[in-house]
């Protein structure tokens, strides 16, 4: 008990010294459960909500500093975090990365915009391109890491130039040709850079249009998709093969292990039905590589990512 309430201690005295020296907010032992899609996890020793970028700019050094590992969380949609929590720092993207607006090629929007969000202002500015992120959850920023997509398009089509903050503090900008983007990963993935902004190459186009196929491509996933809490494609595909359908042949709808539950929806989907913890999520995880390796031969490599020791 003495040695929980030190840490406590040093933990909110580390959370104010970070505070004081980059502006931004931060909190010790923040729950995760209440930031992420899966509704699953426990604390980060540290949870830090930076404004802009003039406090990304001190917060980025000052956690070089600190000696402790940190990593940037948007909306938590593909997150699976440990029950014991993250012994780190978190970060999220504040307001000052939500701005939005339209250039010459396309639109410009800041890291933590919401993808729906992007999709909304491509109709309004009758800007065709994006349509294939409709219903996609998540954040601008994340998205460029995992080089998110859907219907056989991914972000890396539609951009223009993504700008990040590297672990010094300092700005860098980046065409798309130099990230190396590849099937949901680029090579800004483990860098340590921050992406703050980026901007899309999109045509012009009829609202009308855009808006009806925009709402098409959200109805057939909400259609084919579970909406229960999950952080969406468990696995990704194979070379060759669509996950799902693997999973599916191996009699993976319905797999249970306490509160997490293989979708009856889509295979590929795992749902926290109520009480779930990481270690439930996990066990299926590793039951469903099992599985279909046994039968076809093919490790599934999980598109979900993991968050302290899970």
Same mark, same amino acid.
């Not at 931004?24 to 996890?41: D, K, M, Q």
């Not at 978190?90 to 969000?117: D, I, N």
């Given at each position: 008990?003495?040695?929980?309430?030190?840490?406590?201690?040093?933990?909110?005295?580390?959370?104010?010294?970070?505070?004081?020296?980059?502006?931004?907010?931060?909190?010790?032992?923040?729950?995760?459960?209440?930031?992420?899609?899966?509704?699953?996890?426990?604390?980060?020793?540290?949870?830090?909500?930076?404004?802009?970028?003039?406090?990304?700019?001190?917060?980025?050094?000052?956690?070089?500093?600190?000696?402790?590992?940190?990593?940037?969380?948007?909306?938590?949609?593909?997150?699976?975090?440990?029950?014991?929590?993250?012994r780190g720092v978190v970060v999220r993207l504040g307001v000052?990365?939500?701005?939005?607006?339209?250039?010459? &090629?396309?639109?410009?929007?800041?890291?933590?915009?919401?993808?729906?969000?992007?999709?909304?202002?491509?109709?309004?500015?009758?800007?065709?391109?994006?349509?294939?992120?409709?219903?996609?959850?998540?954040?601008?920023?994340?998205?460029?890491?995992?080089?998110?997509?859907?219907?056989?398009?991914?972000?890396?089509?539609? !951009?223009?130039?993504?700008?990040?903050?590297?672990?010094?503090?300092?700005?860098?900008?980046?065409?798309?040709?130099? !990230?190396?983007?590849?099937?949901?990963?680029? !090579?800004?993935?483990?860098?340590?850079?921050?992406?703050?902004?980026?901007?899309?190459?999109?045509?012009?186009?009829?609202?009308?249009?855009?808006?009806?196929?925009?709402?098409?491509? !959200?109805?057939?996933?909400? &259609?084919?998709?579970?909406?229960?809490?999950?952080?969406?494609?468990?696995?990704?595909?194979?070379?060759?093969?669509?996950?799902?359908?693997?999973?599916?042949?191996?009699?993976?709808k319905g797999l249970r292990r306490g509160g997490a539950e293989?979708?009856?929806?889509?295979?590929?989907?795992?749902?926290?039905?109520?009480?779930?913890?990481?270690?439930?999520?996990?066990?299926?995880?590793?039951?469903?590589?099992?599985?279909?390796?046994?039968?076809?031969?093919?490790?599934?490599?999980?598109e979900v990512k993991f968050l302290g020791e899970v």
């Amino acid at each position: 008990m003495k040695q929980t309430m030190e840490m406590e201690r040093h933990l909110s005295e580390l959370a104010g010294q970070l505070e004081g020296e980059t502006g931004c907010s931060v909190w010790a032992l923040e729950p995760l459960a209440a930031h992420t899609s899966f509704r699953i996890g426990g604390p980060a020793d540290l949870f830090a909500v930076v404004p802009g970028e003039k406090e990304l700019s001190r917060l980025l050094p000052a956690l070089g500093q600190l000696g402790r590992p940190w990593v940037v969380v948007g909306n938590g949609t593909n997150l699976l975090v440990a029950d014991d929590g993250y012994r780190g720092v978190v970060v999220r993207l504040g307001v000052g990365f939500r701005q939005l607006s339209r250039t010459a &090629r396309g639109l410009a929007a800041g890291a933590a915009v919401p993808l729906p969000a992007l999709t909304r202002a491509a109709v309004d500015a009758e800007l065709t391109g994006c349509e294939f992120l409709s219903g996609i959850p998540g954040t601008v920023g994340g998205a460029v890491v995992m080089n998110a997509g859907a219907w056989g398009a991914s972000l890396s089509d539609i !951009l223009a130039g993504v700008t990040t903050f590297r672990p010094d503090g300092t700005e860098a900008a980046y065409t798309p040709s130099e !990230l190396g983007f590849g099937y949901r990963t680029c !090579l800004l993935a483990g860098s340590g850079e921050v992406v703050t902004r980026v901007e899309t190459a999109l045509r012009p186009g009829e609202r009308e249009s855009i808006r009806h196929r925009t709402a098409e491509l !959200l109805a057939a996933r909400r &259609r084919t998709q579970p909406q229960g809490p999950s952080a969406g494609s468990v696995f990704k595909n194979p070379p060759g093969a669509k996950a799902g359908q693997l999973l599916e042949a191996v009699g993976a709808k319905g797999l249970r292990r306490g509160g997490a539950e293989v979708s009856r929806v889509h295979a590929n989907f795992i749902v926290n039905t109520g009480g779930a913890t990481a270690a439930d999520v996990a066990w299926l995880i590793k039951e469903l590589q099992r599985r279909v390796e046994e039968r076809f031969g093919t490790r599934l490599e999980p598109e979900v990512k993991f968050l302290g020791e899970v």
